[in-house]
């Protein structure tokens, strides 16, 4: 099982970017699927983006698509999290996932996912 330590987040003004970055451990990195979650208050869990293996992405929803871009670098074990134009309502902790289950389908079945950080906190001010 790997373990995962997310960085980058922080206060950002609405308008502005912040690069996630989620650390995995172990040398079995490449072969897992990775995701990127986020919880804001009050609300439930919601999938962002996933990334497989070989680099087929899926995103949570058509809005994050042209702001938020996930990415990854087996060779430095870490998947990434480019948010640009960022939105209050981007305001969240944002988790990284991994394994478990097959990146295209990481959002329907989170219960399944093998490996979680431990968050780090985004919040966009207006």
């Known amino acids: 099982q790997v373990q995962l330590v997310e960085s980058g987040g922080g206060l950002v003004q609405a308008g502005g970017s912040l690069r996630l970055s989620c650390a995995g451990s172990?040398?079995?990195?490449?072969?897992?699927?990775m995701g990127w979650f986020r919880q804001a208050p009050g609300k439930e869990r919601e999938f962002v983006a996933s990334?497989?293996?070989?680099?087929?992405?899926?995103y949570g929803q058509d809005s994050l698509k042209g702001r938020f871009t996930i990415s990854r670098d087996n060779a430095k074990n870490t998947v990434y999290l480019q948010m640009n134009s960022l939105k209050p309502e981007d305001t969240a902790v944002y988790y990284c996932?991994?394994?478990?289950?097959?990146?295209?389908?990481?959002?329907?079945?989170?219960?399944?996912?093998?490996?979680w950080g431990q968050g780090t906190q985004v919040t966009v001010s207006s």
């Open positions: 172990g040398r079995t990195f490449s072969n897992y699927a």
């Open positions: 990334i497989s293996f070989n680099g087929l992405i899926t």
């Open positions: 996932a991994a394994g478990g289950v097959a990146a295209h389908i990481m959002g329907a079945m989170a219960y399944r996912i093998a490996s």
